[in-house]
């Protein structure tokens, strides 16, 4: 009995295959984008602070949906690095506003071509007309959990 009939159920279980997706597409970027040392969360959270500068980190735990402790840790790695900087808000003394720094930049600069190379390998193993239904799908899914 091999590992694809192993009757588990693991080979038709939306979560399981999920996750198991997950891993490959970090697998990918980490390929695709290992020079550029980031990985798919620090990429998610610099790109979308390079589209909108001035964010809070509770404006980019809405928009990246990663949670709390971890996009913490992200932004402190990302400090340490120095491809962020963080100041007080105008708007709210508590929060700081997030915004890339020249290094930030260039890292991002250096690295949306290669997560675009990373989605692109990912999105070779569907057949071309199956591809915009897959991201229209895994959008959905993702909206559900917005709801």
Request: charged share 30%.
């Amino acid at each position: 009995m091999g590992q694809e009939d192993s009757g588990d159920g693991f080979d038709r279980s939306a979560m399981h295959l999920l996750h198991r997706a997950g891993q490959y597409a970090n697998d990918v970027f980490l390929l695709e984008a290992s020079a550029c040392h980031l990985t798919p969360r620090q990429f998610t959270v610099l790109a979308t602070v390079g589209e909108l500068e001035g964010l809070t980190q509770t404006d980019l735990v809405e928009r990246t949906g990663i949670d709390r402790s971890t996009l913490a840790d992200i932004v402190a790695r990302l400090l340490s690095r120095g491809l962020i900087r963080r100041r007080r808000a105008k708007q709210d003394g508590r929060a700081y506003e997030i915004r890339l720094t020249r290094v930030g930049i260039k890292t991002l600069s250096e690295a949306q071509p290669r997560a675009m190379a990373a989605d692109t390998r990912l999105l070779s193993k569907l057949p071309p007309a199956k591809r915009q239904e897959f991201l229209e799908s895994l959008s959905l899914i993702v909206q559900g959990d917005k709801d």
